[in-house]
């Protein structure tokens, strides 16, 4: 397993969440690093990426309220989540794309976000 998400849960409107998302190789051997989401019956979704050098990109339905980071020395990459909606329900996945081989792409188990109104 390349890469471990943790830390979803039910939360209220309004609430907050941390998700983690573990590489067990070197954060460093990914050319960036992203969260996706899935509500129930949607499709997946982007929600926020992190290239190698910190560049950052949001959807824009969790600018302002959401926040990608990395921390290389635990190598792991975080999603802070604040005022929480109950449209940001869905399973959470962390992807990464490896700079070698070029385009090699990982995906984590999914971690359930809920938020009830």
């Known amino acids: 397993v390349q890469l471990q998400a943790s830390g979803g849960g039910l939360v209220q409107a309004g609430g907050s969440l941390t998700l983690s998302c573990f590489t067990t190789?070197?954060?460093?051997?990914?050319?960036?690093l992203a969260w996706y989401r899935q509500a129930p019956g949607k499709q997946r979704e982007l929600v926020a990426q992190i290239s190698i050098g910190g560049r950052t990109n949001y959807a824009d339905s969790v600018k302002d309220r959401f926040t990608i980071s990395r921390e290389d020395a635990r190598n792991t990459m975080t999603l802070q989540m604040v005022s929480l909606k109950p449209e940001d329900t869905g399973v959470y996945y962390c992807?990464?794309?490896?700079?070698?081989?070029?385009?090699?792409?990982?995906w984590g188990q999914g971690t359930q976000v809920t938020v009830s109104s």
């Open positions: 992807n990464g794309e490896k700079v070698f081989p070029p385009g090699r792409e990982y």
């Open positions: 190789e070197s954060i460093g051997s990914y050319k960036g």
